[in-house]
Each structure stands twice: as C-alpha cells, then as structure tokens.
C-alpha cells in the first residue's frame, strides 16, 4: 500500500485533477496481427487504455479495440496484487506500474507504465504461454474470438492526463 500511494503521489499532477487527488493515464497504441483461424488475415487495430489510479489505492481501467466490430472490457474498484480473474496491476517501483492480464490458455498480456514527472512511457507485450503456438484474441473483424500467429504492439503512446 505504501508503494500504490508513493507512486500516486508522484503521479499526481497539480492541475486539473488536483482536487480529484485521482491520476488518469491515456495509453493508445496500433497493434500488428497475422490471423490464422477461422479464416486467414493480417491487419492493424489500434487499442485504448484509459486508467484511473485513485487516492483511495483502488484502479479503474476501461480497454477498448477500434474496428468494425469494436469491443471494451471494464475493470472497477480493483486493488493491486493477484486476483482469480481479470487483469491484475502491480507497483514494481516508484515510478512503475505493470498491469497484467493472463489469458487462461493461450498468453500473457503485459502493459508496463513507467512515468517520469508528468510523462510516461508504456510497453506493450504479448507473450505465448508454455506449448502454445496461437494467442487466442478478440477479431474487430469477426466479433468473437479468434487465432493469431502474430500479435506486435507498435506506436504506443502514453499520456497523464
């Protein structure tokens, strides 16, 4: 808890959400994909994170992929450290979070937020789980689930707001 608090002290920026004491990060990003289930294709999605770390030590975040069938996935009032199911966030250091989702089967989602004053800088990371040789993803294209040899995040931008 102490970690969860001195890093939102250090990310609070004394402007507009000052009176909220609550810190809103913006992370966008395209990411690069080669389906290969149901049915064959390559194409670019772009994907949004918008993340609140409040001063009470819980996180709100909101995921969202453009496309023509687009998707968002909510998590509310979670605290750090493990949880059964969903995605799960962790201090690594003062200025250092990492939010983690584990696929049940196939991957590991990993978004890393590093800040420094009132920037930061997020890595993205999609990451096969022990024998898997697809990610199981949802398709912007086909609205469920589908198979992909390929998942790589670029042009990621990361914003304090």
């Known amino acids: ?3 969860l608090l001195a890093l939102l002290i250090i990310l609070t920026i ?8 609550d810190t809103h990060i913006a992370i966008k990003y395209q990411i690069r994909s080669t ?3 149901p049915t064959p294709s ?3 999605t772009t994907v949004n994170i918008k993340i609140v770390l ?10 969202g992929v453009e496309g023509d069938k687009p998707k968002q996935w909510e998590l509310k009032s979670r605290k750090l450290g493990h949880h059964a199911t969903g995605a799960e966030y962790r201090v690594i250091d003062s200025n250092t979070i990492v939010r983690t989702f584990a696929d049940p089967k196939t991957h590991v989602y990993t ?3 590093a800040v420094s004053g009132s920037s930061c800088k997020a890595d993205v990371t999609f990451a096969l789980k022990p024998q898997q ?4 993803v949802y398709s912007t294209k086909l609205g469920t689930a589908a198979y992909y040899s ?4 670029f042009d990621i931008e990361c914003k304090i707001e």
């Open 35 to 37: 389906r290969v289930r």
């Open 1 to 3: 808890m102490r970690s």
């Open 14 to 21: 004394p402007t507009a959400y000052a009176a909220s004491e």
């Open 54 to 63: 409040h001063a009470n030590g819980t996180i709100e975040d909101v995921v």
């Open 133 to 136: 040789k697809e990610f199981a």
């Open 150 to 153: 390929q998942l790589e995040p």
């Open 42 to 44: 390559q194409g670019v």
């Open 111 to 113: 978004v890393k937020i």
